[in-house]
Structures are given as structure tokens and as C-alpha cells.
């Protein structure tokens, strides 16, 4: 995945808080808007259908007081007139009050009638109160019949919230596994790589991956990593591989001699009296000379070969695939070419003493080959110093002047 496709991690923090952000609004506002539906359906079931019945029991309280008064008297009637107005209220204008009307102008026209009886205008009062409580009772009956699919609803509205509730808990689920695989795991992941890298592995890398910023600072730890690796087997004077690159170097070459047989060797060098040289013309005239000889030491080993510095003004090389007499062609041609190299103004000619070994021969371990090529050192310095020794039947030392 290139950098470009991959997602800013400022982008996802603000694209979750927008997601949540707008699900639970919508979440909200859905239920809101539900409860104001519902209760806008209790209302007018509650609200309307209670003020009918209580409109219907005063209309009932004044029909009976005026009933009970001045049902009587012959030519009351007048008075009337203001209970009859109780059916106008609007809490009645909608519910079919259309058969009590019809035993209200009966009644009241019992009242005008001074021929009707008492028992006449009795019965008919009570036609009126009869067909008050049917609408009364009608009213209760409407209530007790949407009662049930109120609750109903209310019960889906609860599922409703509960299921919305879990697709918020999966949703944040999903959003906190998805935080945990492109943000916190690759975090997790460079900070193990530096810890590794902090206890000296420096072969340690950062898996590139999560968002742009982090996979941008995998990068960037990568690079790093790799300048550090290299700074630390890098010898700073010379530009040569230093100690700790040599020992891996021939550790490898062990391991692969073991796997496939073959011969490889290593020289060990040592410049001849540079303690002199030091005090002779100073310690910058004396890293100018490891330099030179660092640059000679290039010229003269083979594309395969890694010279080293190993340490002070000791140089070693390893050598694959090589058997005794190339090896001591290799250590003649470095041994000349210091030889050869120009004075500088404030500065001497230089010499140095080779002492080579072959693995398997001289032996099967580092240590093993570097006793081995240490002894011959020893004695080519014994031997009057700038010149080789190297292992038999090939071993020969080429005389040369002391330095």
C-alpha cells in the first residue's frame, strides 16, 4: 500500500468522531421523534377520550339536578336550554352524539308538553341518562381497546432503542478493532522493534503498516535503523567495516564453510612501528596514515573480500574461497601496496606485517584462526617486520628491508 492510500490518522480520529457523532443524532432523533408520535397518540387517547367522558358526566350531573328540581314543573323548560348547551362542547364534536340529542329533544319536548305525565317525562330522563352512559361506556371501551397497541408500540420502541443500542456496541466494536489494527498494534510493533534495536539488535525492523503518520515513522525508524547499523560497523577514522562487522562477517563464512566445504582465509595486519610514527609526527599525521593505508588496503583486495579495521593500528581482511597460495598472494599484494604508498610532507613510508590463516586448516573456530594468524604475525614482526607468513606448504615470507 503506497503512502498516499493510506488514511491520515488525524482523518480517521476526525471520520469515527463524525461517524458516532452523526449515528447517535440520527439515533436520537429517530427515538424523539418516536416518543413524540406516541405520545401524541396517548394524548388523544387519554386527553380527548377523558375530557368527552367528563363533558358526557357534567352534561349527565346537569340533566339529573334539573330532572331532580324542575322536572316537575309545567313550563320550566326555559332553563333547560342551558344543560342542552353542555352537548356543544368541542370535546364532543368528535364522537357520534347524534342518539343522545334525539332523547334530549324528546325530553325537552315532554317539558313544552302539558299534557305529558311525570312518568313519561321520568322515563324519558332516563332514555337521555341511559344513552349518556352508553357514549360513557363507549368511551371506556375505546380506551381499553388502544390500550394494548400502545403498549405494544411502546414495547417495539424499547426493542427499537435496545437493537439500535447493539449496532452502536458492534459499531464501536468494529471502530475499536479497526483503531486497534491500523493505530495501536503498529505502534506496539515499533515500539518492540526499538526496544530490540535499544538491546543492540540492530538487525531489528519496524513492520510498515497502520496509517499514513505511523506507517510514515515505521519509515522513518527503518532508515534510521539501517544508518545506525551501518554507523555501527562502520570504523569512523577509516571508512573500513569495524570489529564488530568483521566478527560477523566471520561467523557467517564459518557457518556457510560448514554447510558447503570449502576454504577460506584471514590475514591479520599490523603496521610496523606506529607507536614511533605517533610520537615521531604527531597523532593527526598518525590518522592520516591509518587512512592511507585503510585506502590502499581497498585497492588491493578483491571485490569479495572485506577488509576491516581491528582496532588501533591493526587491520584484518577476510578471504572466501581461497586456497593457501592465493592467500598468500592476496596478504604480498596489500603488504606492497603500503609499501609503495608516498610519503606526505609531515609524515614517513609505511610498513606493515601480515600473518594469514586457512580455515579449515589452522582451524574450525574464530578464535582458533585468529591464534593461528596472531603466531604468524608474531613471527613475521620477529622476522624483521614488512613482510607475510602464511600457512604451509605455501608458507613464505618475502624479505624486504626494515622499516
Not at 8 to 16: D, I, M, T
Not at 293 to 303: I, L, N, Q
Request: aromatic share 6%; charged share 25%; glycine share 6%.
Amino acid at each position: 500500500m503506497t503512502g498516499e492510500s493510506r488514511m491520515h490518522l488525524r482523518s480517521r480520529v476526525l471520520l469515527l468522531t463524525t461517524a458516532f457523532a452523526v449515528t447517535l443524532f440520527a439515533i436520537t432523533f429517530g427515538l424523539s421523534w418516536r416518543a413524540h408520535i406516541e405520545q401524541q397518540r396517548w394524548s388523544r387517547l387519554v386527553g380527548v377520550e377523558m375530557q368527552s367522558m367528563a363533558a358526557l358526566e357534567e352534561f349527565l350531573r346537569a340533566h339529573n339536578g334539573f330532572h331532580t328540581r324542575a322536572g316537575r314543573i309545567v313550563g320550566a323548560t326555559q332553563s333547560y336550554d342551558s344543560v342542552v348547551q353542555l352537548l356543544n362542547y368541542p370535546a364532543l364534536a368528535g364522537i357520534d352524539t347524534a342518539r343522545l340529542r334525539q332523547r334530549v329533544d324528546r325530553f325537552a319536548h315532554l317539558l313544552h308538553d302539558s299534557e305529558a305525565t311525570k312518568a313519561q317525562r321520568d322515563a324519558a330522563s332516563a332514555q337521555v341518562v341511559a344513552a349518556a352512559q352508553n357514549l360513557i361506556g363507549e368511551r371506556k371501551l375505546e380506551i381499553a381497546r388502544q390500550r394494548p397497541r400502545l403498549e405494544r408500540e411502546t414495547r417495539a420502541m424499547m426493542s427499537a432503542g435496545l437493537a439500535i443500542a447493539w449496532i452502536i456496541v458492534l459499531c464501536s466494536f468494529a471502530a475499536v478493532q479497526l483503531t486497534l489494527h491500523r493505530v495501536v498494534r503498529p505502534l506496539e510493533d515499533l515500539a518492540r522493534s526499538a526496544a530490540r534495536i535499544a538491546g543492540g539488535d540492530l538487525n531489528a525492523r519496524a513492520p510498515i503498516g497502520g496509517d499514513y503518520e505511523i506507517a510514515q515513522l515505521g519509515t522513518a525508524f527503518n532508515n534510521m535503523a539501517d544508518k545506525l547499523r551501518a554507523h555501527a560497523r562502520t570504523d569512523d577514522l577509516t571508512g573500513l567495516p569495524n570489529f564488530r562487522a568483521f566478527r560477523e562477517r566471520i561467523e557467517e563464512e564459518i557457518s556457510r564453510a560448514v554447510r558447503y566445504p570449502e576454504r577460506f582465509g584471514i590475514l591479520v595486519l599490523d603496521l610496523d612501528r606506529f607507536k614511533q610514527y605517533n610520537d615521531r609526527f604527531g597523532h593527526l599525521a598518525g590518522n592520516e596514515a591509518l587512512q592511507r593505508v585503510a585506502r590502499a588496503m581497498r585497492v588491493a583486495v578483491r571485490s569479495v573480500d572485506l577488509p576491516a579495521r581491528y582496532g588501533g593500528e591493526e587491520f584484518a581482511v577476510i578471504v572466501p574461497q581461497i586456497d593457501a597460495a592465493a592467500l598468500a598472494m592476496v596478504a604480498e599484494r596489500i603488504r606492497f601496496a603500503v609499501e609503495v604508498m608516498p610519503a606526505p610532507a609531515d609524515g614517513a613510508r609505511l610498513t606493515v606485517s601480515i600473518g594469514a590463516a586457512l580455515y579449515p586448516t589452522d582451524g574450525r573456530t574464530v578464535d582458533g584462526l585468529f591464534h593461528a594468524a596472531d603466531e604468524r604475525l608474531y613471527q613475521a614482526k620477529g622476522e624483521g617486520r614488512n613482510r607475510v607468513v602464511s600457512p604451509a606448504p605455501t608458507q613464505r615470507s618475502s624479505d624486504r628491508q626494515s622499516a
